[in-house]
């Protein structure tokens, strides 16, 4: 079954601390992953996008890591800001056929406290 | 420009009505997407166009109907919708795929309320 499982389901850290922030993904045949971040009724985001090859990927304070072999990804943030506070979505592309399908995640609903 | 554009933001509507969503792209993209998000889940795909031919249809009620008059517009047309289709409908647009990145850009999204 195709599923990609995030955790914590919600986290609450003080402005300036950093959190990490995890998806596992049972996804196959995987194409890549990425992380969006969504604002409360807004559209997602993206962030960072990486494929099977790629180990890391950073986006100012944002960085994304991918452990293929796992099936693992966190999205590191630092020194947090009182903007961070939204969704973070980690959404798994599978191939399929011709075409593809992006399988979401629940989100990590993160609140950034002053 | 890389930005998704989706009219109106906000709609309220009754089960009688008509009324249609628009979304509008100006980065060349080939392929665009409607998704449904209901409050605190994820988007759910709805329909895909590729080359403004409809390729993907997620078993989608018939009281949603998508067109894509160009390559740069997509319409979703609304009729005798219930008050469980009241969610955040969200556009987006990529690339066609042809391996590697094909990134989705998403639009600010339209709010939808059915009484």
């Known amino acids: 079954k195709n599923q990609v499982e995030q955790s914590p389901q919600s986290l609450i850290i003080l402005e300036g601390k950093n959190c990490t922030l995890q998806?596992?993904?049972?996804?196959?045949?995987?194409?890549?992953l990425r992380w969006y971040k969504q604002d409360t009724g807004r559209g997602p985001v993206s962030l960072t996008i990486m494929t099977f090859s790629e180990n890391t990927k950073s986006n100012g304070r944002y960085t994304a890591t991918l452990d293929a072999d796992t099936k693992q990804s966190s999205l590191h943030i630092t020194a947090s800001q009182l903007s961070d506070s939204a969704s973070y979505i980690c959404?798994?592309?599978?191939?399929?056929?011709?075409?593809?399908?992006?399988?979401f995640g629940s989100g990590t609903r993160l609140l950034v406290r002053p | 420009d890389t930005e998704v554009t989706q009219t109106p933001k906000h709609l309220v509507m009754g089960m009688t009505n008509k009324k249609s969503l628009k979304c509008e792209q100006h980065?060349?993209?080939?392929?665009m997407y409607w998704y449904k998000q209901k409050a605190k889940k994820p988007p759910e795909l709805m329909f895909v166009?590729?080359?403004?031919?409809?390729?993907i249809n997620e078993s989608v009620p018939s009281r949603f109907s998508p067109e894509c008059p160009n390559s740069s517009l997509l319409n979703l047309h609304l009729h005798a919708l219930q008050p469980e289709d009241s969610a955040l409908y969200l556009c987006?647009?990529?690339?066609?795929?042809?391996?590697?990145?094909?990134?989705?850009?998403f639009g600010p999204g339209t709010r939808l309320t059915v009484l």
């Open positions: 987006a647009s990529s690339q066609p795929l042809a391996g590697g990145y094909n990134e989705q850009f």
């Open positions: 959404v798994v592309t599978k191939k399929r056929d011709s075409s593809y399908k992006l399988i």
């Open positions: 166009y590729s080359y403004e031919k409809l390729s």
């Open positions: 980065m060349g993209h080939r392929a």
């Open positions: 998806c596992n993904y049972t996804v196959s045949p995987f194409s890549n």
